[in-house]
């Protein structure tokens, strides 16, 4: 990578993080349809003086200054209640999931654009009206003002009525479907698939074996602390890294994972050789740190919320099996995804051969730990978690490759080790070791 380069990868990365921090707020889409309603009033003014105030004009408001003012007066009023109505609906709904799923999808939720777009509107509507009040004039003849109607922009704030009262309809069929499990459950799957091809692309890694991280046995040269605010890594910058490395004929090795929470002044970097060249701000700046996991780069963190939701659903207050067996589907179609894909070499090297980066990253072992175990013992004594969870592991035995099978068999000597302890009837344990998609169905 050029010196040129590394300003560049630095940009892309601050505007990755902004994108992630702007696709989560919740006021940048009211805030753009408040910009765009202040310039709808001015469009629609400006329109109104040009058009002709003539009586018998068809589109003229025939109930004068103080008809016109009533109107937009209610119209402000009404969109101040939806929107304080949008906002109590929202509040509850993200309490509710936070309480029945896992606190970890509220970004899924708050990230929602179809809510965002609704209070938007009624924002915007609310705006306007207000502003088109201050076109509307009565008579004085004192003041020699002649009363003006904007006829136009009254009966345009009519319309946005009449949209307001459709996505207030649209908002309360979209909160009834948004807080079902299965919703829940999907959008976290569409988005973990996302990231999945990001962060795994086809065509990388070894067809015969999972890439092993070595770090070098002697000590480092130099330890790098996290200098910044205590906060779980969120963003990787491997190019801009292996710049930093290369360029000082160093070995850099970043000790936290994908995820991990990383204190101040905890180690960030380990350095291998001469560091005198070394720029350790470039370095420190190649990675980011944040409040909470995201899926930006973090694809554990998707596998992480579904586990979530089957163990909350598996709780002695919930105890929803069902819903539990709904979160292992999209958990085993990602694994099923992730089979056959060739995982990235946590090493990397530069042109002459020379090892220069290490960035440590979960592997297959361990996707497949943290899809199956809290979940097993969570549901230690389920019948239908533990029918579903072996359909799901002899299903990926059947088609995983010789070097990614031995964590799989664990996983079903460790549920045949669960169910002999949890069903002591034998016809009980015997269904239980009977595998199926459905947990407890047909077959």
Not at 220 to 229: E, I, K, M, N, Q
Not at 387 to 405: C, E, G, H, I, K
Request: net charge neutral; aromatic share 6%.
């Amino acid at each position: 990578m050029s010196q040129g380069a590394v300003p560049r990868a630095l940009a892309r990365l601050r505007a990755t993080r902004l994108a992630e921090t702007l696709g989560t707020s919740y006021w940048l889409l009211p805030a753009l349809c408040v910009v765009a309603a202040m310039a709808l009033s001015s469009g629609a003014e400006a329109l109104d003086a040009r058009v002709p105030q003539a009586e018998s004009a068809w589109y003229l408001f025939r109930g004068g200054p103080e008809g016109a003012r009533s109107v937009l007066s209610a119209v402000a009023s009404s969109m101040m209640t939806f929107s304080g109505l949008v906002f109590s609906v929202t509040i509850l709904v993200l309490q509710q999931a936070s309480n029945q799923y896992s606190p970890r999808i509220m970004r899924t939720f708050l990230s929602d654009r179809q809510s965002q777009l609704t209070l938007g509107i009624f924002v915007g509507t609310f705006v306007y009206a207000l502003l088109t009040l201050r076109s509307v004039r009565g008579t004085s003849e004192e003041l020699h003002i002649q009363a003006h109607v904007p006829s136009l922009s009254v009966w345009l704030a009519l319309v946005l009525v009449l949209l307001s009262v459709g996505a207030f309809i649209f908002f309360i069929h979209h909160v009834a479907q948004s807080i079902r499990a299965v919703v829940i459950l999907g959008r976290i799957h569409e988005e973990t698939c996302a990231t999945l091809e990001r962060m795994y692309p086809r065509g990388v890694g070894q067809d015969t074996h999972d890439p092993v991280l070595q770090r070098p046995l002697a000590p480092p040269s130099l330890v790098v602390p996290h200098g910044g605010a205590s906060g779980v890594l969120v963003t990787v910058d491997e190019h801009r890294m292996m710049a930093c490395a290369r360029k000082a004929g160093v070995l850099v090795a970043l000790v936290p994972v994908m995820g991990d929470f990383v204190p101040h002044g905890a180690p960030l970097f380990e350095v291998w050789g001469d560091c005198a060249t070394l720029d350790v701000k470039a370095l420190t700046d190649a990675v980011g740190t944040g409040p909470e996991r995201t899926l930006q780069q973090d694809t554990a963190f998707g596998f992480r919320q579904l586990v979530d939701v089957a163990e909350r659903a598996l709780s002695p207050g919930i105890n929803d099996p069902s819903t539990a067996v709904q979160a292992i589907d999209p958990l085993h179609d990602l694994l099923r995804r992730m089979v056959h894909r060739r995982f990235p070499s946590p090493s990397r090297e530069d042109d002459t051969g020379a090892l220069r980066l290490l960035c440590p990253r979960p592997d297959w072992d361990a996707y497949v730990r943290l899809t199956v175990d809290e979940i097993r013992l969570f549901g230690a004594g389920d019948l239908q978690v533990a029918r579903r969870l072996r359909f799901l592991v002899q299903d990926l035995l059947s088609v995983a490759p010789a070097f990614r099978r031995e964590e799989l068999e664990r996983q079903l000597h460790l549920l045949d080790a669960s169910i002999d302890r949890s069903f002591q009837d034998a016809s009980d344990a015997a269904m239980a070791r009977r595998p199926s998609p459905q947990g407890h169905g047909p077959r």
